[in-house]
């Protein structure tokens, strides 16, 4: 098992910000791509904004282009944290906001956006954004 935890979720008015971390331990070569998603209620998990340890990226969604940012950042040994920075949130940002974990295989395609790339998932941070 891989821990991810995530932190920095809560409520903002419409065009705040707020920052998320994902702390990542022992899952941190440069194959590693973290993964931002969310969900809402009924709602399949979308991917937000990927990034990989080895430099690939970042790729972002085209609702959030230009709003929001991905970094990351060696916070320690073995460990990486992924920050997400969501600016001019709007109410059809909310939701809950997961990291995730994948392995890019050589020579295999990878789809950063998708689900069923990433084997690890942290618990999730909700963002509410109200209007």
């Known amino acids: 098992q891989v821990p991810l935890v995530e932190s920095g979720g809560g409520s903002v008015q419409a065009g705040g910000s707020l920052t998320l971390s994902c702390a990542v331990t022992g899952y941190t070569d440069r194959d590693t791509y973290i993964g931002w998603f969310r969900q809402t209620p009924g709602n399949g998990r979308e991917g937000v904004a990927v990034?990989?340890?080895?430099?690939?990226?970042?790729?972002?969604?085209d609702s959030v282009k230009g709003r929001f940012a991905i970094s990351r950042d060696d916070t320690g040994e073995n460990t990486v944290t992924v920050y997400l920075q969501l600016n001019s949130l709007k109410p059809d940002d909310t939701a809950m906001y997961y990291c995730?974990?994948?392995?890019?295989?050589?020579?295999?395609?990878?789809?950063?956006?998708?689900?069923?790339?990433?084997?690890?998932w942290g618990q999730g941070t909700q963002v509410t954004v109200s209007s």
């Open positions: 990034i990989s340890i080895g430099g690939d990226g970042p790729y972002y969604r």
């Open positions: 995730a974990a994948a392995t890019r295989e050589p020579w295999i395609a990878f789809s950063p956006f998708s689900t069923h790339e990433y084997k690890y």
